[in-house]
């Protein structure tokens, strides 16, 4: 079975501060895509960032950062210095060729207060 | 003009009416499906569709019906809302062509049943 555990379910800290949301997921695929998407106040669901299951590297983006373990079957989601824009429901999600859809996790929610 | 498009955006309705959300999309993805995201659940998957034959149940599907109208048009009906239907509901595509099932997000439309 498929399946996204996000553990967090909200998380609250002060500007400037670092954050990282967990990821857990689990298949039996050998080939598999993770997700991570974030939805801030107004609704809408932004796409972040896409890795196929053959690439550990670990990416960054800007202040975001991504940290992909098969070992331990996680995704997580780091944000450095956090801003109070960041403040939003962060799902991670896995998608794989033999699931024909996106399974998502619970999502976690982050305020950042300034 | 934004790939993925829901009407409408916010409704309110009442206990026992009949209601349509509708999607649109200028992807040209063959894949379609309807989610509602409620509070500390994430998003769930009510039905999928594949093609305009092929109409797929989600997890979450009783109480809820779907047409595929088009390639470009998917329809979310509730023939008799009932409060607990209150939710987001988002259109998502993805393009068969792809392994990762990567998915596009409409808007969302914000349903409310008193």
């Known amino acids: 079975a498929q399946k996204v555990t996000q553990a967090q379910t909200e998380i609250s800290v002060v500007e400037k501060e670092d954050v990282t949301l967990d990821c857990v997921y689990e298949t039996r695929d050998t080939t598999y895509y993770l997700f991570w998407y974030k939805q801030p106040p107004s609704g809408e669901l932004v796409f972040l960032i896409r890795?196929?299951?053959?690439?550990?590297q670990n990416e960054i983006s800007g202040r975001y950062s991504w940290n992909f373990q098969k070992s331990t079957s996680s995704f997580n989601f780091t944000i450095t210095a956090s801003q109070v824009v960041d403040s939003a429901v962060y799902f991670c999600?896995?998608?794989?060729?033999?699931?024909?859809?996106?399974?998502f996790g619970t999502g976690t929610r982050l305020q950042v207060f300034p | 003009d934004a790939d993925v498009t829901q009407t409408p955006r916010n409704r309110i309705t009442k206990t026992g009416k009949r209601i349509m959300l509708e999607c649109s999309q200028t992807?040209?993805?063959?894949?379609m499906y309807w989610y509602r995201q409620d509070p500390g659940l994430g998003l769930r998957l009510i039905y999928y569709?594949?093609?305009?034959?092929?109409?797929n149940k989600g997890e979450i599907s009783d109480g809820y019906s779907v047409s595929r109208q088009a390639q470009a048009k998917f329809s979310l009906s509730l023939e008799s809302a009932i409060p607990n239907q209150t939710a987001l509901y988002f259109c998502?595509?993805?393009?068969?062509?792809?392994?990762?099932?990567?998915?596009?997000f409409g808007p969302g439309t914000r349903l409310t049943v008193l």
């Open positions: 992807k040209g993805h063959d894949r």
């Open positions: 569709s594949f093609d305009v034959k092929d109409i």
């Open positions: 999600a896995l998608g794989s060729y033999n699931t024909d859809k996106l399974i």
């Open positions: 998502a595509t993805s393009d068969q062509n792809r392994v990762d099932n990567e998915q596009f």
């Open positions: 890795r196929n299951s053959f690439d550990e």
